[in-house]
Each structure stands twice: as C-alpha cells, then as structure tokens.
C-alpha cells in the first residue's frame, strides 16, 4: 500500500493477488472526505495459470478497467498508468504481436 498526496488531497493505492477473481488487482482510491465518496479506479490482470504456479498475466484484451466516485487528477492517474504499466502485469494478446507488418517501399501485388 501506498499514499499519494495532490494539493490538499490523498489517494491510496493498492497491488494485491485477488482469490475469488484470480487475478492481480490495482487499485486507486481517494482518501480525502466520507469514507467512499472519493474517485475508485481497479485494473484487474486475470490469471493464466490460478492453480498450477505463480500468476501469469492472461493477455491485455482481458484486462478490466474499472471506475467511479469522481475525478481523478491527470498527474495520479498517470502515475497510476505508469505504475500497472511498469509491473510488467500487461502482456499483448499473440496474435497482436504475430501480425504481419506492411513494407511502405513493397509494390502490391497484382
């Protein structure tokens, strides 16, 4: 867990192994007023392999984006992008990363 301070408000955020989703879940949420009312956002990585060994990202196509509760400033919630996105978490589907590219210089075949 950590705290995260903008102005005059503070945000926690959560990294944590998710049982009965089997999944790896982010969260972000603020801290400053009621308890609940602040901005909540999840990113929740499935598990590949929940019974055989250690979590194993499924590819980002499955990966679930979740928010409410109000605004978050751009400074947080880039620094909570870069966070998920530095745990190395999102992995690109195979098909996305088996796609043929397209040579500009090639001449199309006729």
Request: hydrophobic share 35%; charged share 20%.
């Amino acid at each position: 867990m950590e705290v995260w301070d903008h102005g005059a408000k503070l945000y926690e955020v959560n990294s944590y192994y998710s049982l009965p989703d089997y999944a790896w879940q982010y969260e972000l949420v603020g801290l400053t007023g009621a308890p609940g009312a602040g901005p909540y956002i999840t990113v929740t990585i499935p598990d590949a392999t929940p019974d055989d060994g250690p979590f194993t990202a499924r590819p980002a196509s499955e990966v679930m984006f979740g928010a409410g509760g109000g605004d978050v400033p751009w400074p947080i919630l880039r620094r909570f992008i870069d966070l998920v996105e530095s745990s190395g978490d999102i992995v690109q589907d195979l098909a996305d990363s088996a796609s043929p590219t397209t040579d500009p210089q090639a001449s199309p075949s006729l």
